[in-house]
């Protein structure tokens, strides 16, 4: 495939050591519909076409797949590995065991160092691979801020053994960064989050902003393919917004796109996932042509549903009133 894009124009973000990250990337969760093998072979395409940033997690099950697109690609002298930007997470049940369960994500991707280490959820609550909505485990437990920073201490060994570039903190809550950030030694240089004109967290956004964190959105299209653990009655669908597909008609193009530009413009990181080379060009192609105007992100501002999609529910523990507890609605770390 050609390169697409030059990826000198994609935006950048500024880390607060001074790195700089790519303002969009690849998602790599298949949903429990796309395999590894089309996942890698997406990420193969997606690097040739100037996607830079590559947004992986052990617990996608595809890192040994990815790690072989990686190799051809570098063998093709397509890119270097200073060229990317690659990211990984700890999944839940291994919070004791951080740097092992590094190591080995690191050896599936034959690479040696992540430039950005996440802590994939703020509590060790495990669920298996493709379980359904129902699915709780009798072990799952609340938030502990001592255990959390215990898990963190682990990530920041990785940043001074050269194993992670920066480290990172996914599915936060404002009142769980009050309790763990004033404790770190080495702090987040991202937060990942649930961000789509559907569910735009106004206030983690500019918490994070605030802190010199960079945001980066996952769901960004509002995840259509998503798995029927993540889908309930009342869902929006981000790309069904009538103000969104209004601003999409009036530019000529996909609703996807009007997501993806909004979220650059916006500050945030999105990293839409597709498989599909028409879609995951047009994406990366979107956030460098044609902009929205002050007027349409303003539009989209106002537009926003507070429609969580991925509400956790399978992480909630013995006790637990519902998924809003995972989320610390009332302002306060629900135990
Ligand atoms: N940190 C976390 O806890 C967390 C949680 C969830 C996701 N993530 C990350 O975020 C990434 C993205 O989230 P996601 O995959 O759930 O959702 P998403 O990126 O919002 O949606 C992906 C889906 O959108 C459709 N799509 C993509 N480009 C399109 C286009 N140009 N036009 C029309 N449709 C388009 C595709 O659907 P079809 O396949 O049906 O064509 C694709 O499967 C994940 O892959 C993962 O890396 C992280």
Redesign the pocket.
């Known amino acids: 495939m050609e390169l697409c894009v030059n990826p000198a124009l994609v935006p950048q973000r500024q880390l607060f050591t001074g790195a700089s990250m790519p303002a969009i990337g690849?998602?790599?969760?298949?949903?429990d519909?796309?395999g590894p093998k089309e996942i890698s072979e997406a990420v193969y395409g997606a690097v040739r076409c100037g996607y830079r940033l590559i947004?992986?997690?052990a617990v996608?099950q595809n890192e040994a797949e990815i790690g072989t697109s990686l190799a051809r690609l570098f063998a093709e002298k397509t890119v270097s590995r200073e060229d990317l930007f690659i990211t990984g997470?700890v999944w839940n049940d291994q919070h004791r065991a951080v740097e092992a369960s590094c190591r080995n994500s690191l050896a599936a991707l034959g690479i040696s160092y992540f430039d950005l280490y996440?802590v994939?959820?703020p509590f060790p609550n495990y669920h298996a691979p493709g379980c359904d909505g129902d699915s709780r485990n009798p072990d799952s437990k609340p938030f502990s801020v001592e255990e959390f920073l215990d898990t963190w201490r682990q990530c920041e060994d990785l940043v001074e053994k050269g194993l992670a570039r920066h480290i990172g903190m996914?599915?936060m809550t404002i009142p769980k960064l009050e309790a763990v950030l004033p404790a770190c030694r080495i702090r987040p240089a991202a937060i990942?989050?649930?961000l789509?004109p559907a569910f735009q967290q106004p206030e983690l956004f500019a918490y994070v902003q605030k802190r010199g964190i960079a945001p980066i959105g996952?769901?960004?299209?509002?995840?259509?393919?998503?798995p029927e653990r993540d889908r309930s009655e009342g869902d929006i669908a981000?790309?069904d917004m009538p103000e969104i597909r209004e601003i999409a008609a009036r530019h000529g193009i996909?609703?996807?796109?009007v997501?993806l530009k909004w979220a650059v413009q916006r500050g945030q990181t999105?990293?839409?996932?597709?498989?599909?080379p028409?879609?995951?060009r047009?994406?990366l192609r979107a956030v460098t042509t044609d902009p929205l105007t002050e007027q349409e992100m303003e539009t989209i501002r106002q537009a926003d549903r507070n429609c969580r999609l991925?509400k956790g529910q399978v992480f909630l523990w013995p006790g637990a009133k519902g998924w809003e507890d995972l989320w610390d609605l009332d302002g306060t770390i629900t135990t």
Request: glycine letters at 6%.
């Open positions: 690849i998602g790599t969760f298949g949903s519909k796309y947004d992986c997690a996608y997470k996440f994939h959820w996914s599915n990942e989050m649930e789509h996952y769901c960004p299209l509002g995840s259509p393919s998503r981000a790309m996909h609703p996807a796109l997501c999105p990293i839409p996932f597709s498989v599909k028409a879609q995951y047009e994406n991925v």
